[in-house]
């Protein structure tokens, strides 16, 4: 792991300090979003919670963490030099060598100097008189900013699901998204895991490893297809990086801004055999790419099932015991839920210091001190990790209490599900940007370059306003209106909406549900370029002082 070096001493924070624009969150988004900033030449304050920056990749560093995005896409490409200069080691990075990435690119752009560490933001309410924000964080500091970006991540609020006794537990217990930065070992130990989402998947063939027992509390069994990781030829890697740019460019004009071929006919166009083929193709170059095999595999149920079926079977060829092949097996929308991507995952139910424990015909019913009951069973554990996902999309921005005109909180704002203009900005909340947010591709794309656009979007737009005299900007209702109106009818013509999933907030009892990402990155560019284009068509901007004297 790198170390916590050049943590710049800041001022007493109890004073009002002032900047031009502040940003909450140091990972991929918030990193780069200073560096635009700074280059516009505004003074900016970055606070982030964690005593590191890196952001998702800080936080999950469970084993096996690894991320579904190929290494040679998952990286900025704002930088020529920065994006030939990084040298990746495998077909999929995993989470230490993302996160040694972010570190370098901190330094190479001498970014930590304006991030204040181990900070966390409480509170932020936006002072009409002043035409201000004001951010409040947990040691205290209080500081106002003409500009407040939220970079606050999309799965980032952690999910620590309400299981009577989960505080009793009296042995060692981790989140997947809170995972120590120190070597955890698990020899010898009974550990449960519970939760077969991504996470989950990807550190149960690494803990069966070390275990005595592992134990896998599943509730919903999820789609997975295999990695096939590999370590990147270096001949690849520097024929990508000859011409990188036309790389970049032919991704970013994929559905979610990711290279990879997709099929163009219906899955019912072709023979059983050319289907066939076309699925074992895919299944053994591995990656999320198996479902862009045909064009309609997430337009109908009954497409999406020949994929689904296809998973399922390669599931019980598998797995060796019948009845376990049959639990893992997913009954659901294929991709519905983010589609997992694996390196013996199914497999690993072959082992015999494996067991799979169904806790949906028996949900758990407490955790004790020394382990897990359910179906009138107790698990002895000595580790219980908690593989149990995020308040996605919105849970992070509600975490923190933000208030806009008129003291208005983002609470209320969403309390029917969340509301934004583009996902970039809140109508009643003036000069508010938030990176990926609700109602933007963010997670149905390749999160990197969907925050590089978001974050020159938003730069963009604060540099026309500083060009043209404007202090203010806000969205109007009725954009707002239209676009969430917009958001909506794109998700309900697929069927993404038609099974529990974050992308819903289903994860989340008692959460609104509200189809949040923007399905279509391409799409989504063009319509944001159009309306900036256009003056920041759906915007009011104005100078403050005019703003005042019109109200
Ligand atoms: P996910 O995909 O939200 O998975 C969380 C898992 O935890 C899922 O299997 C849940 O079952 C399970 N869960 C949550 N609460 C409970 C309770 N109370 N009892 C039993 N099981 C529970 O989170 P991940 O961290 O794996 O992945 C998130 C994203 O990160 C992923 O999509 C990638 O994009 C990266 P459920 O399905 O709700 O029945």
């Given at each position: 792991m790198p170390d916590q070096q050049h943590q710049p001493d800041f001022p007493d924070s109890r004073a009002t300090i002032t900047f031009d624009a502040v940003i909450v969150g140091a990972g991929f988004a918030g990193l780069y979003m200073l560096h635009r900033l700074r280059n516009l030449g505004l003074s900016v304050r970055v606070f982030e919670t964690a005593s590191d920056i890196g952001g998702t990749w800080f936080w999950n560093a469970y084993p096996g963490a690894r991320c579904d995005v190929e290494s040679m896409e998952y990286s900025y490409q704002f930088s020529d030099e920065l994006q030939r200069e990084w040298e990746w080691t495998e077909r999929y990075a995993a989470q230490p060598e993302i996160l040694r990435y972010i570190h370098h690119v901190a330094d190479r752009f001498d970014l930590r100097r304006d991030v204040q560490l181990n900070t966390r933001v409480t509170a932020a309410t936006y002072d009409e008189t002043t035409g201000r924000w004001l951010i409040e964080t947990d040691d205290g500091g209080r500081v106002s900013a003409q500009y407040c970006v939220m970079a606050t991540g999309c799965l980032s609020a952690r999910n620590v699901p309400n299981i009577p006794g989960l505080e009793r537990f009296a042995r060692d217990q981790y989140h997947t998204g809170a995972w120590p930065h120190r070597e955890i070992d698990f020899t010898g130990r009974r550990v449960g895991v519970i939760g077969t989402g991504s996470s989950a998947i990807q550190s149960i063939p690494m803990i069966a490893k070390q275990a005595e027992h592992l134990?896998?509390?599943?509730?919903?069994?999820?789609?997975?297809?295999?990695?096939?990781?590999?370590?990147?030829?270096?001949?690849?890697?520097?024929?990508?990086?000859?011409?990188?740019?036309?790389?970049?460019?032919?991704?970013r004009k994929g559905r979610a801004a990711i290279l990879f071929t997709v099929g163009v006919k219906s899955v019912f166009e072709v023979t059983d055999e050319e289907r066939e083929r076309e699925f074992q193709t895919r299944w053994a170059n591995g990656g999320i790419q198996f479902l862009a095999a045909y064009a309609d595999l997430f337009d109908t149920v009954?497409?999406?099932?020949?994929?689904?079926?296809?998973?399922?079977?390669?599931i019980r060829e598998t797995v060796k015991d019948p009845n376990?092949?049959?639990?893992?097996?997913?009954?659901?929308?294929?991709?519905?839920?983010?589609?997992?991507?694996?390196?013996?995952?199914?497999?690993?139910y072959n082992r015999s210091n494996v067991t799979l424990v169904d806790v949906n015909s028996s949900p758990i019913d407490e955790i004790v001190p020394n382990g897990l009951k359910t179906g009138g069973r107790l698990y002895e554990l000595d580790a219980l990790v908690l593989a149990t996902g995020f308040d996605a999309m919105t849970g992070a921005l509600r975490r923190i209490d933000m208030r806009g005109k008129g003291g208005y909180p983002l609470a209320e704002k969403w309390a029917d599900g969340p509301r934004s203009y583009l996902g970039v900005a809140l109508a009643g909340f003036p000069n508010l940007f938030t990176i990926t947010g609700p109602g933007s591709p963010s997670v149905l794309a390749n999160m990197v370059p969907a925050i590089e656009q978001h974050v020159e979007w938003i730069s963009d737009c604060i540099k026309y306003m500083r060009d043209h005299g404007h202090e203010r900007i806000e969205a109007t209702r009725e954009a707002e209106d239209d676009w969430v109106s917009h958001v909506q009818d794109i998700a309900n013509a697929s069927v993404y909406p038609s099974c529990d999933s974050w992308y819903l907030g289903a994860n989340i009892p008692g959460k609104p549900r509200v189809f949040a990402p923007y399905i279509g990155f391409p799409d989504y560019v063009e319509k944001v370029d159009a309306i900036a284009h256009d003056g920041y068509r759906g915007f009011e901007l104005s100078r403050h002082r005019e703003t005042q004297l019109a109200g």
């Open positions: 134990y896998v509390f599943q509730r919903t069994p999820a789609y997975s297809v295999p990695a096939h990781n590999h370590l990147l030829d270096p001949k690849i890697q520097a024929r990508i990086k000859a011409n990188y740019k036309a790389f970049r460019d032919r991704a009954e497409a999406n099932d020949v994929a689904a079926e296809f998973i399922r079977r390669k376990v092949a049959a639990l893992l097996c997913p009954n659901t929308i294929a991709g519905c839920k983010r589609l997992c991507v694996d390196t013996d995952y199914f497999a690993t």
